[in-house]
């Protein structure tokens, strides 16, 4: 498969099996993932593998962060629960200065997404979660990031189920959005 193919066919997979790669299988995705253009060679992010109750604890820290209760927190509490391995992707502010702040956060969001496909292009169903939790108190804090970190969200990572339905994306027209000066 060439590369336009796989990145053609790329897909969020909102459900997900209970299987996820090892971290070792994770490794030289990783390793690849840190070929992306880099504005310094600065390396402004890392990953942070949730499995287990990790994903419990980033439960409990969405829940009391949305100030629900009952059955909104149960609900909330339970989102990480959808796929066995999250990976947080965490934008690293160094020091610099020809890299501002929100150049290091583009990189740090493209190292996501090249995980996101090479996640895909492995066999394996992702999907990213963001949202405002990711800049709550309580969500840095189960997430033990240092002041100059950001998390910008999470891939959530597992299985493809066998019966997916078929590919519905619709044809995109780049005409809309190249264009020449």
């Known amino acids: 498969m060439s590369l336009i193919d796989a ?7 909102p459900k997900v099996t209970g299987d996820a790669p090892t971290h070792e299988q994770l ?3 990783v390793e690849a993932a840190a070929s992306l253009a880099d504005y310094g060679s600065l390396r402004p992010w890392r990953l942070i593998e949730l499995r287990g109750d990790a994903r419990d604890r980033l439960g409990a820290a969405l829940a009391k962060d949305a100030g629900v209760e009952g059955k909104d927190a149960e609900k909330m509490a339970a989102k990480p629960l959808r796929a066995s391995l999250l990976l947080a992707i965490v934008a690293v502010h160094k020091p610099s200065f020809k890299v ?8 740090a969001a493209g190292v996501g997404h090249l995980m996101s496909l090479l996640l895909h292009e492995a066999g394996w169903g992702v999907m990213w979660r963001s949202g405002k939790q990711v800049r709550t108190d309580s969500v840095r804090a189960m997430h033990e990031l240092e002041p100059n970190e950001e998390l910008m969200g999470w891939l959530y990572v597992g299985g493809k189920h066998d019966r997916e339905k078929p590919d519905k994306k619709h044809k995109f027209d780049a005409e809309k959005v190249l264009s020449a000066l």
């Open 7 to 13: 990145v053609a066919g790329r897909r969020s997979h």
């Open 27 to 29: 490794l030289p995705l």
């Open 100 to 107: 501002s702040e929100w150049e290091q956060d583009v990189v």
